[in-house]
């Protein structure tokens, strides 16, 4: 068992230890979360673990990123839990910024990434990802990692903030670690405590769609991507009472454009809701 890591509330006091620490010629892998953590977040910590010297972790709830009628003030909070988890691991600096420390009196910069932030979450949470975007730019700026880890489950995320990145000259190195699930294929998510009984016994209707029509496409039972997003809304509809499909979509992993037949790196994506609960998920096809 380790130790509890070190917590710092304030921007100034983190930089001036992660100065102190790159002079030393320490090497730092960061994983930014909103808290709430369970073994996906693990998962990345792990994974920086073995990046880099020192592992820094920031728990946020970003309340730029949410819409109006979204859940920030409902979005599950418990600090104390978090670095009993973070303990187990070796994190060296956990980031818990307030929201006055991250957003000054007259606060008016955005950082927008155009295009991949348009379809899928983008076009259903307008303004989601610039709130993504200008926090992970703050964050990079304050912690300054030579690596920064990112989960493949928020698959939109992860293409934005490399774009940035490339865009931006940030310099660092982008990370991803695959989707951590339940025994029962549920991707782990900090919302899923929201779901009632029955909707938790019929949410990995989503994963199980998913990974039903990868296998129909790689019997060549399905030959186009439009097939692909019918099956997979139907098997949802046929299994399930209380899913609401927001999208399921067929896209190049690489540009996010639509695809009309299946490129080299084709992702299915789907947004379905239980209840007020918005889960996200994707499958690689090709
Ligand atoms: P969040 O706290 O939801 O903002 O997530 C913080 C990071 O954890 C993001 O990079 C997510 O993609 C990643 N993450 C969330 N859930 C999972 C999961 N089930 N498996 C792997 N990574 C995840």
Redesign the pocket.
Known sequence: MNSFPKVIKNKKISRNWILQNKFRGKTIAF???????????L??VEKANKLADLTVVSIYVNPTQFGPNEDFQEYPRNLDQDLEKLATFNVDLVFTPSDKEMYSEGFVTTIHVDKLTAPLCGARRPGHFDGVTTIVSKLFNIINPDFA??????FQ??AVIKRMVKDLDFNLKIES?????ESDGL????RNQYLTGKQRKEAPVIVKALRRVKELVAQKQITTPSEVETRAKNIIKQNSNCAKIDYIQCLSADNLHEVNNFENSTVLAAAVFFGKTRLIDNIKLT
């Open positions: 994983v930014p979360t909103m808290g709430y953590l369970h073994k996906g977040h998962a990345l880890v990112f989960g493949e489950k928020d995320q992860l670690c695959p989707t951590i699930r991707a782990l998510s900090s």
